[in-house]
């Protein structure tokens, strides 16, 4: 992917081209939403939450300042808006908790893991298994192949705690991805 020129794209939405806006929107759009949906784990709410990321950027391009690259401000927007969505998911869940009905029990996941298919949907529900924290690391990192440096501008975290966390991640991964083979 190229990356489009910051300074000159902040330069001309701050002097009312909307079409920089337009333009940034483009070149980030695919990555927001892969990254929504690994945090997410749900198309629709990877959609509806990359909307609000690129709402929340357009109200604070106006404001952004320039000591972080304009890639890692969206990119945190995103981290901060699924963890944000995560948060009422779950609690909109423990509020209606005593109104569901009892879903019947997943079925196991087969010992042996044959096709890809089968491999990728286990790493998924790996995925979901972590905590979200560890998923934000490791889908940056491994899937959205962000450097320790912007992760670490993305999560406002030193680059010792990027690897730091990156270590917990990855150990919490294989942990969980062995009970699924």
């Known amino acids: 992917m190229t990356f489009i020129d910051d300074e000159h794209l902040i330069r001309r939405f701050r002097s009312g081209d909307v079409s920089a806006f337009e333009e940034l929107v483009r070149a980030y759009q695919d990555r ?3 990254l929504c ?16 990321v690129f709402l929340k950027a357009y109200k604070g391009l ?9 890639y890692t401000w969206i990119y945190r927007i995103a981290v901060n808006t699924c963890l944000d969505y995560k948060r009422k998911s779950r609690r909109e869940a ?3 908790k005593s109104l569901a009905e009892t879903s019947p029990a997943a079925e196991p996941i087969s010992t042996q893991i ?17 905590r ?9 990192r491994e899937i959205e192949g962000l450097s320790y440096e912007e992760i670490a501008e993305v999560l406002s975290a030193s680059v010792s705690a990027v690897k730091s966390r990156l270590s917990r991640a990855r150990q919490e991964f294989r942990r969980v991805l062995r009970k699924k083979l």
Do not use: G, T
Request: hydrophobic share 40%; aromatic share 6%.
């Open 132 to 140: 979200e924290n560890s998923r934000a690391v490791l889908v940056l």
């Open 32 to 34: 927001i939403y892969n």
């Open 114 to 130: 044959h096709n890809s298919k089968e491999a990728s949907e286990a790493i998924q529900q790996a995925l979901a298994e972590l």
């Open 62 to 70: 106006e404001d952004f300042k320039p000591n972080s690259s304009l």
């Open 37 to 52: 949906r690994y945090m997410l784990r749900s198309p629709l709410d990877a959609q509806d939450a990359a909307q609000d």
């Open 94 to 96: 423990l509020k209606h």
